[in-house]
């Protein structure tokens, strides 16, 4: 998937890379997913407040995304991509709401993403490798 708008926010604010943007969309669909709440062809396109997602629950949506894609190594993929807290997932997530690419409700807010967890406790040192799931 590839935003335009991303290339923009990029240029904007150079802190995150573009596949970080890319990434939080993917893991906003599958927070959504998990939690029952993905939008299913709205009549108006519009994505109402049975889609919300808050910020905490999409924290928790990325780390499980994060260790499903990249395992051991995510990690480090987040660091290449300048994420270095959870806040971090705010910033991008409020750039993506300020370039009109992602929607917030008037709760949200960038504090709902501080210190969800502590990423290397979340990513390293709880890895579970899920063998119920391997293929």
Not at 98 to 108: I, V
Request: aromatic fraction near 8%.
């Amino acid at each position: 998937m590839h935003h335009a708008g991303l290339a923009e926010i990029v240029r904007r604010d150079p802190r995150y890379t573009y596949e970080a943007y890319e990434f939080v969309f993917e893991a906003l669909s599958h927070t959504q997913k998990k939690l029952g709440r993905l939008p299913r062809g709205e009549p108006s396109g519009e994505v109402g407040p049975q889609h919300h997602v808050s910020g905490p629950e999409l924290c928790e949506g990325i780390r499980d995304l994060a260790l499903r894609e990249f395992g051991l190594m995510a990690r480090t993929v987040l660091r290449m991509w300048g994420i270095h807290k959870t806040g971090d997932f705010g910033e991008i997530v409020f750039n993506l709401v300020e370039s009109n690419l992602m929607s917030k409700t008037n709760e949200d807010d960038r504090k709902d993403f501080q210190n969800v967890y502590d990423l290397d406790e979340a990513l390293v040192r709880g890895y579970v490798i899920q063998l119920d799931e391997a293929e």
